[in-house]
């Protein structure tokens, strides 16, 4: 059972390149997540999928745009890619609706933007 | 105010010893809480749900003050492998998750 599978682990990108990281999930969840984590910071949210077919903002959006492909997969862009994204990103799953809703992560994606 | 705030730490105790962490949250209308552990540079994995009535889990233990706006997790006879950060989460009326940035745990001998 794998869970929460992120891809790439590991990518270093230049100023101004872009990429997609990949997530995918196989518990059947509604939601998905996508999330960068700083030192100091936290876990901020980046966009959010409540269910097939919708996507939302959260805290920290501008720079990123994501697709819910499909009940499975929720990937995350970085159209012109900047130093300040520079983080590790971790992507989550969880069952949905408001209460009791744990939430399943990945083992992340460390990303460097020289 | 931040809407979920946790004392970073480092929490520094002895092997053996009871520790407790708190967590405070700014909105009222908050649903649903957990507490999750996070090892160096891995992701996040759900500890424990925090339910009204309180709960219990072997060694560990938490609560939730809904009339002062917090919760707790207390960690009794520490290990050296507790040592981790310990996040906090919370949902509120939307179908996501808010994190505080974590309380860092070490345990030694």
């Known amino acids: 059972n794998a869970g929460v599978t992120q891809t790439p682990k590991f990518q270093v990108l230049k100023t101004g390149q872009s990429m997609t990281l990949q997530c995918a999930q196989d518990?059947?969840?509604?939601?998905m997540y996508w999330y960068r984590q700083d030192p100091g910071m936290g876990l901020r949210l980046i966009y959010y999928s409540a269910s097939e077919g919708t996507t939302d903002k959260g805290e920290v959006p501008n720079g990123y745009n994501v697709s819910r492909l499909n009940k499975r997969e929720f990937s995350l862009r970085l159209e012109s890619a900047a130093p300040s994204q520079t983080s590790v990103y971790f992507c989550?799953?969880?069952?949905?609706?408001?209460?009791?809703?744990?939430?399943?992560f990945g083992d992340g994606t460390r990303l460097s933007i020289l | 105010r931040k809407e979920v705030e946790q004392d970073p730490g480092p929490f520094n105790v002895p092997e053996g010893a009871t520790v407790a962490f708190n967590c405070t949250y700014s909105n009222s209308a908050s649903q649903s809480f957990f507490w999750y552990r996070q090892d160096c540079r891995k992701e996040p994995k759900l500890l424990m749900s925090v339910y009204s009535s309180g709960n219990e889990d072997g060694r560990f233990t938490a609560q939730l003050n809904r009339a002062s706006q917090y919760i707790s997790l207390l960690i009794r006879d520490s290990k050296l492998s507790d040592s981790a950060t310990y996040l906090c989460?919370?949902?509120?009326?939307?179908?996501?998750?808010?994190f505080g940035t974590g309380t860092r745990l070490q345990v030694t001998l």
């Open positions: 989550a799953s969880s069952e949905g609706g408001i209460r009791n809703q744990p939430q399943h």
């Open positions: 518990m059947n969840h509604n939601s």
């Open positions: 989460g919370l949902t509120g009326t939307a179908s996501k998750l808010t």
